[in-house]
């Protein structure tokens, strides 16, 4: 089974490698971070560097496609290299993928038109100019599609991946190896759970906090 994560300049990087933690554990299968070319790929903190072992053109035909969101995704909505590669991969796949804003992408892409998705509370509404659905659900399965909602979303997205391709023992296997078992100390990681001061605060300074924190 080889798995695609997509890395652009500007990724987040949790988007990417959460994914990675879940999906390099299954029995089979070959992970590899592809980008337009092949090197080093900076995060949207500009502090951490992922390497990309392969260029889109030596992963044509990938099983699954992992697509990180991150203020990066702006420069690449209108960016025909990546999404070429997206229709084409997509095309071919067992499951095309997204975390986060990289739903945008898909979207972009014309994969997700009249397919329900999610992305990023503060995104998710744009997906409805692209002919898609928008919904506030954390992980959403449409056929073979999965769109995950923001950043540590995408571990969950993964665990829902491993279960539909290995069967629901190897993802609880891979799922307590990681002692994946959120218990945050505040209720805050949803707009419908968050106090509105807090919601109001990064609607205000979400560039600041989610890019450059």
């Not at 879940?22 to 900076?42: K, M, S």
């Not at 990309?52 to 025909?80: K, R, Y």
């Not at 071919?92 to 990023?120: F, I, P």
């Not at 997906?127 to 923001?150: N, S």
């Amino acid at each position: 089974m080889d798995i695609a994560i997509l890395l652009y300049d500007g990724f987040t990087a949790l988007d990417a490698v959460g994914p990675y933690e879940v999906l390099v554990r299954v029995p089979g299968a070959t992970v590899t971070f592809v980008a337009t070319e092949a090197g080093p790929i900076r995060t949207d903190t500009r502090r951490l560097e992922v390497t990309a072992d392969a260029a889109l053109a030596d992963l044509a035909s990938p099983d699954i496609v992992v697509v990180p969101g991150g203020p990066g995704q702006e420069d690449h909505m209108g960016d025909e290299a990546v999404l070429g590669w997206l229709r084409a991969a997509d095309a071919t796949a067992r499951w095309t993928t997204s975390v986060c804003t990289g739903s945008l992408l898909l979207a972009a892409a014309g994969l997700l038109e009249g397919k329900r998705a999610t992305s990023h509370w503060l995104a998710v509404d744009r997906l409805a100019d692209f002919g898609a659905v928008p919904t506030a659900e954390r992980v959403v399965v449409e056929g073979r599609t999965i769109t995950a909602a923001g950043v540590s979303a995408g571990i969950d997205m993964a665990l829902h991946l491993v279960a539909a391709e290995a069967g629901d023992v190897v993802a609880q296997a891979i799922q307590l190896g990681i002692e994946y078992d959120p218990q945050p100390p505040f209720a805050a990681g949803s707009p419908t759970t968050a106090p509105a001061e807090i919601t109001d605060f990064l609607r205000a300074n979400s560039r600041h906090v989610l890019e450059r924190s």
